[in-house]
């Protein structure tokens, strides 16, 4: 009797222990979060060529400090900078659908790791930033919740044809307000105040910001069309065709060209360099303008939609110059690390 209740003992532990045998090995599909595996993962969510993005956008509202603490300024451009890699990867995490049909080749599509954990990664990594950067201005931390508001907000605005653009670029056009407040002790009411030419400057910048990423976000539906259109996703292409969505991108080149322009114009001191590089990015919105006019599939609209990041990267970088021209030979390097990133992305016709 004693041998037969051992017998149910000991099967009773192996049933446990393959239990939990299994109940691991199915956890462990995904990398750990510890791994190496996860974080190269996870760079790859972040799409390490659209975080120049953040970059850009940051330098030009750090550029209005009049006298900036370098030490300051670089311990707060390392979370704005990487700012929109964390916020794609949140956004990734509540778009796999789409995501499954546009871009297999993606670490959440192919299973490498979890929807619950690049979110988690990503929620901490922006408040994480958001505390950094609150830290040194008390006035960050409104913008800071907002911007992290607006992701998690996204793909439900995304999936009209009104408010992707919009909701998208708002969140964008946060960045150089709070490059602006990294100058410690400025309040909100004071670089909005419009006292003097350089308030205006900066005003018009932050509503160029707006505008050029505003035009990326259209452009970029292009080459999610098909993608789009199965999973529900009323993107503007969807909804109105081809030829009228390239006539929104055109109206919103325009109004970002226009924009830059005047925020050149009235900073009140002529930059050569500032001017040269505008008028680069102008040839370059230009070209990427009709391009998208002549494109017609899909699978090719991925070189116009490069040439719109570089125009809201050159765009910027003209802003940045023109107030800091100390600041040069940095913003060659930056653009040079741009262009290297995007060249390495991992699939040509995606961006």
Do not use: C
Not at 160 to 168: E, K, L, Q, R, Y
Not at 296 to 317: M, N, Q, W
């Amino acid at each position: 009797m004693g041998a037969v209740k051992k017998s149910i003992k000991i099967d009773t532990s192996l049933i446990l222990m393959n239990l939990l045998r299994g109940y691991f090995m199915r956890k462990s599909r995904y990398a750990s979060v510890l791994s190496v595996p996860f974080w190269r993962a996870y760079w790859s969510t972040m799409r390490p060529y659209l975080i120049f993005v953040s970059g850009a956008a940051a330098l030009v509202g750090m550029a209005f400090i009049e006298n900036p603490n370098p030490v300051t300024v670089i311990i707060a451009f390392i979370p704005l900078f990487f700012s929109y890699g964390l916020g794609q990867a949140l956004t990734d995490s509540f778009q796999m659908d789409t995501d499954a049909f546009s871009s297999p080749y993606r670490p959440l599509i192919k299973g490498l790791v979890s929807r619950g954990q690049v979110l988690g990664v990503s929620l901490v990594g922006l408040s994480f930033s958001v505390l950094v950067l609150t830290y040194i201005n008390p006035a960050i931390l409104a913008f800071g919740i907002l911007a992290v508001v607006g992701l998690l907000t996204y793909t439900s605005l995304k999936r009209t044809w009104w408010g992707g653009p919009i909701w998208n670029s708002w969140i964008v056009a946060l960045l150089p307000v709070m490059g602006r407040l990294v100058e410690e002790e400025i309040s909100i009411h004071e670089i909005f105040s419009l006292e003097d030419s350089r308030s205006l400057a900066f005003i018009l910048a932050v509503v160029a910001v707006f505008f050029s990423y505003a035009n990326f976000v259209v452009m970029g539906y292009f080459k999610d069309i098909s993608a789009d259109r199965k999973t529900g996703y009323r993107t503007f292409p969807v909804v109105f065709g081809w030829n009228a969505t390239a006539v929104y991108s055109d109206g919103l080149a325009l109004l970002s060209a226009g924009l830059t322009g005047w925020a050149l114009y009235t900073i009140g001191r002529f930059s050569f360099i500032g001017a040269a590089i505008f008028i680069l990015g102008l040839g370059v919105s230009l070209y990427a303008q009709v391009k998208i006019h002549r494109v017609r599939e899909e699978s090719d609209a991925h070189g116009p939609v490069a040439h719109v990041v570089r125009v809201f990267i050159l765009y910027s970088a003209a802003l940045v110059v023109a107030l800091k021209s100390e600041w040069l030979f940095f913003l060659v390097l930056f653009y040079l690390l741009f262009e290297l990133a995007l060249k390495n992305r991992p699939e040509e016709t995606q961006v």
